[in-house]
């Protein structure tokens, strides 16, 4: 159990993916996406986890955090449970200054959009935005994985 602080960008190229050390491929859906709390069941490559999330605060940049890992097995199962439209994407992770950015180039339904999120240790702590990074959507509910599940990008244009 944490507390998660994050701020999140749209992207503006691809430049990332030349900087990127690592990347996986994630599928995921919600068991419960209510804007109070999310239940998500994600397969990140062969390990699996359930992880549950908090109303964001005011700023939208801190909720409350819960995550476990479980079998791949049961994350298989469970997504067939899950509110429509799973949520495909590749994650690359790429070290800027201090921190690890994660940026999602998502597919199928939405397909054209890629978000990056970077963790803090505070809402206040400064960090390095490299030249990749587009207009800030931090607290933006509608680029939540939970929101593009139900509302996905193909749909806004």
Request: charged share 35%; aromatic share 10%; net charge negative.
């Amino acid at each position: 159990m944490s507390l998660e602080i994050e701020r999140k960008f749209l992207v503006k190229n691809d430049d990332f993916k030349s900087e990127s050390y690592a990347q996986k491929s994630i599928k995921q859906g919600y068991l419960n996406s209510d804007k109070n709390r999310t239940v998500r069941v994600r397969i990140s490559d062969e390990k699996a986890f359930m992880t549950i999330k908090g109303k964001s605060n005011a700023t939208g940049t801190t909720r409350f955090e819960w995550e476990k890992e479980i079998e791949k097995s049961e994350a298989e199962s469970l997504l067939l449970l899950c509110e429509p439209s799973i949520i495909d994407k590749t994650r690359y992770l790429v070290k800027v200054g201090d921190h690890t950015y994660e940026v999602d180039e998502f597919y199928g339904d939405n397909q054209g959009l890629t978000v990056a999120e970077v963790e803090l240790n505070s809402e206040t702590e400064t960090f390095i935005k490299p030249n990749w990074l587009d207009q800030e959507v931090t607290g933006d509910v509608k680029y939540y994985n939970s929101s593009i599940s139900k509302h996905p990008f193909k749909d806004w244009i």
